[in-house]
């Protein structure tokens, strides 16, 4: 049984540019939630979705958007990218979102 | 204030010896508290977690102890082991179907053998 799959697991980006991250949940699972993981730090909630609305949103700026598909995957985007958006990009899944995460590997985006 | 602070920042322990992480924080309206091990190039994986109408919760080697009064709660390693050499993390959350987690800046650990 797979669990949380992300892609791509490593990507360069230019300042300025945007860049899409991609994650299929757990099977069974429906809430997708995504994390930014900066070098040395806790992951910080970005924001959560279920049943393909965005649930709650954490203290990131506008320039971080997501999707949720009918099939549960999910994707991260963020638009004009800054160096410090160079994180490793997390995503979790749960089932109704009442914890019991289960987190991905992560994308690591450097910007350069 | 959402804030979760976890200490120390690295620690060495010996095999066989006890690990001991520690965490505070400042919501008394948080009621969920899981504990996080990450090794390089992984995501999280959830090693235990408490509620606050407990006071200790243990799982094989793994023992949480929570101070509701003091606001703090610590992860116990029994019988540390080299592959418990990882980074730790303490979160919080608040109820609510969304269940945010907010995360301590984490513990590097490393058992020596």
């Known amino acids: 049984d797979a669990g949380v799959t992300q892609s791509p697991t490593h990507l360069i980006k230019t300042r300025g540019q945007q860049v899409t991250l991609r994650c299929s949940p757990k099977?069974?699972?429906?809430?997708v939630s995504w994390y930014q993981q900066a070098l040395g730090q806790g992951p910080q909630f970005i924001f959560q979705y279920y049943e393909e609305e965005e649930r709650q949103r954490g203290n990131f700026p506008d320039r971080f958007s997501g999707h949720q598909f009918p099939n549960y995957s999910s994707e991260l985007n963020v638009n004009a990218l800054l160096l410090g958006d160079s994180a490793l990009y997390l995503c979790?899944?749960?089932?109704?979102?009442?914890?019991?995460?289960?987190f991905g590997s992560g994308t690591r985006l450097t910007v350069v | 204030q959402q804030q979760v602070k976890q200490s120390p920042q690295s620690l060495i322990v010996q095999k066989g010896g006890i690990s001991i992480i520690n965490c505070a924080y400042e919501n008394t309206a948080f009621d969920y508290f899981p504990w996080y091990q990450q090794f390089p190039g992984k995501g999280p994986a959830l090693l235990i977690a408490?509620?606050?109408?407990?006071s200790e919760k243990k799982e094989g080697r793994f023992t949480i102890s929570f101070n509701k009064s003091a606001k703090q709660f610590s992860l116990h390693i029994m019988d540390s082991q080299p592959g418990d050499s990882a980074t730790y993390f303490c979160a919080a959350s608040l109820s609510g179907s969304a269940r945010q987690l907010t995360f301590g800046s984490g513990t590097q650990l490393t058992v020596l053998p």
């Open positions: 979790a899944s749960s089932f109704g979102g009442a914890g019991g995460y289960t």
């Open positions: 099977s069974g699972h429906d809430t």
């Open positions: 408490i509620r606050p109408d407990v």
